[in-house]
């Protein structure tokens, strides 16, 4: 989804069956629409010389799941992030469960901000409501000016380009129904299987066609062979500030595509290529004062030395381990296994229509405009549900893929 030196953000969607919002104009003749929803956001981010790794599902929507390793593998924290936890801080690197309705996880270091909050969407077989996630990335920097460009089916909008991609028309079969093909063909740099990390079954690998991670100099993407650019003449000259997500503010389940500010701005200019010389240190000040159901009762302890060892003592039970499952259902379907599998027949929507429609219109007016209608129609119909204007649709993957 987003992915620059040292921090990469993948989602992994499901293939669900939903309706529109009842204030959905094409809710008139849309019966039913099957596309896709993201049901999980994996992080892995370098800070001073720290592996940390953040998961975040449907199966735990009021916490997250964050472990941090040294160089060489020694596990310095393991532990759940909840509300009421303090803020866990590695070298630039903040993590913190915020309250919201109901939570937001943030995620930040100097250049970037990335938001991970529990949504719902309407089941089409009897219109109740279902979980899945939404997810918001923030320039905090100008992407402009970095020696490694960011990329991904949200982060490549970030070089303030608006290209509009193939999109979705919502035209319902005879019985209503309308099944999302649309991958933002024509908008973002290759074809969405491009997207698919190489190791579907590590939902934290880094590597795709367009890798970042291990990146000190990276070119924007290339836009030769996508549609002209629609403000080609006036490019912004700073990125800083803007956004993208798929986010839906609407109550009544659909997916409202608005402009979005960033009003966190950093305090320095951000650094060329990553740094990863300084010393390791982590701090958890303080024990968390509310608790959740299954979140672990004990906190680990952290030496607040410059260079920790050993692991965490008061390790929480119940954490997930290796990808998660959520339980089946009968609407949606949700394929347990992460392995690559053969295209279903009307076309797995994975990052399509709601990648497309949703962060179409939220790369905030630049990367709104720009990964907007790019992954707009792509992230859009595939996270929304309801995708705005801009369905640079990626709905036709294999259901359970893990994207970047």
């Not at 509310?290 to 030496?303: A, G, I, L, M, S």
């Amino acid at each position: 989804m987003h992915q620059v030196a040292d921090m990469s953000v993948s989602a992994r969607f499901m293939d669900t069956n939903f309706t529109l919002g009842p204030e959905d104009p094409r809710a008139v003749l849309v019966k039913e629409v099957h596309g896709s929803q993201l049901a999980a956001v994996y992080m892995k981010v370098i800070a001073n010389n720290i592996l940390v790794t953040i998961e975040y599902s449907i199966a735990h929507p009021t916490k997250a799941w964050l472990q941090a390793k040294t160089a060489n593998g020694a596990m310095l924290l393991d532990t759940w992030v909840g509300v009421g936890f303090k803020p866990i801080t590695v070298g630039s690197l903040t993590v913190e469960m915020k309250a919201a309705q109901p939570v937001s996880l943030d995620v930040a270091n100097d250049d970037w901000r990335v938001t991970v909050k529990p949504g719902t969407y309407r089941d089409a077989a009897d219109g109740a409501r279902k979980p899945r996630v939404d997810l918001g990335i923030f320039a905090l920097s100008d992407p402009l000016v970095n020696s490694v460009a960011p990329h991904g089916i949200l982060g490549q909008g970030f070089d303030g380009l608006r290209i509009d991609g193939k999109k979705d028309n919502y035209e319902p079969n005879a019985d209503g129904v309308f099944t999302t093909t649309a991958q933002g063909e024509g908008a973002i740099e290759g074809v969405m299987e491009d997207y698919m990390l190489a190791d579907q079954a590590d939902p934290f690998t880094t590597a795709f066609r367009f890798s970042r991670f291990s990146k000190t100099q990276a070119p924007p993407r290339d836009t030769s062979k996508l549609n002209a650019p629609s403000n080609a003449a006036t490019r912004p000259s700073t990125m800083k500030g803007s956004s993208a997500d798929t986010i839906e503010e609407d109550a009544a389940g659909r997916r409202l595509a608005t402009s979005v500010e960033c009003t966190e701005v950093p305090t320095h200019a951000p650094t060329a290529a990553p740094i990863r010389s300084a010393a390791p240190s982590i701090t958890q000040t303080e024990a968390p004062t509310v608790t959740h159901t299954n979140t672990p009762t004990t906190q680990p302890t952290v030496t607040r030395s410059n260079s920790p060892t050993g692991v965490p003592s008061g390790v929480p039970t119940g954490r997930p381990t290796g990808t998660p499952t959520p339980s089946p259902s009968k609407n949606p379907t949700e394929t347990p296994t992460l392995s690559p599998t053969k295209k279903p027949d009307r076309g797995s929507h994975t990052v399509s229509d709601k990648v497309s429609d949703t962060v179409s219109d939220r790369v905030s007016d630049t990367v709104s405009d720009t990964v907007s209608d790019t992954v707009s129609d792509t992230v859009s119909d595939t996270v929304s549900d309801t995708s705005t204007d801009t369905d640079t649709s990626t709905d036709n993957l294999p259901s359970p893929e893990v994207l970047g």
